[in-house]
Structures are given as structure tokens and as C-alpha cells.
């Protein structure tokens, strides 16, 4: 599944594929994330992950909608030090 995506309030942003994992029966990848995608992220209500064989494809594996709510305001701290605003 090539076709990978960070999902913020539904709109699908596309990352750079990995080659994920499947460890303890549960599926693995990692990204390096661009500034623009963390901008993204500080600013969302809800996130998701999407791998699909085709960005046009009709389903995926992941999940999407999921709430920031109280993880917001350390998602915020975490990046400030790491010298992202």
C-alpha cells in the first residue's frame, strides 16, 4: 500500500511512503515530517492515517477522525521544544 496519507479533519495529506511493520499483530511506520504537516497538526481538531493502493482508491487501512482534544496542548508543548511553533 504505496499510496500513504495524514488524514486532518478528513482531508487526506500525503506522505512519503514507508515500509511499514507489522510487530505484535499491529501495523508499524514511521514518518519525518515536514514543517507545513506540522502546522497542520497544531491546528487540527481530528487525525488519521490512511495506506491505500491508490490515492483514488475507494478503502484504505487506517483510521481517521480521531480527537486531538486533551492531547492538544501537549502536542503543542512537545513541538515547541523541539523549536517548532
Known amino acids: 500500500m504505496r499510496a500513504q496519507s495524514l488524514l486532518i479533519a478528513g482531508k487526506a495529506i500525503p506522505l512519503e511512503p514507508t515500509e511499514p511493520v507489522v510487530k505484535q499483530g499491529l501495523i508499524e511506520a514511521i514518518y519525518g515530517l515536514e514543517r507545513h504537516h506540522v502546522a497542520a497538526l497544531l491546528n487540527a481538531e481530528t487525525v488519521g492515517v490512511a495506506f491505500q493502493y491508490a490515492k483514488e482508491a475507494p ?27
Open 59 to 85: 478503502i484504505f487501512l487506517g483510521f481517521q477522525g480521531m480527537k486531538l482534544a486533551d492531547a492538544k496542548p501537549k502536542l503543542k508543548g512537545l513541538m515547541s521544544t523541539c523549536g517548532v511553533d
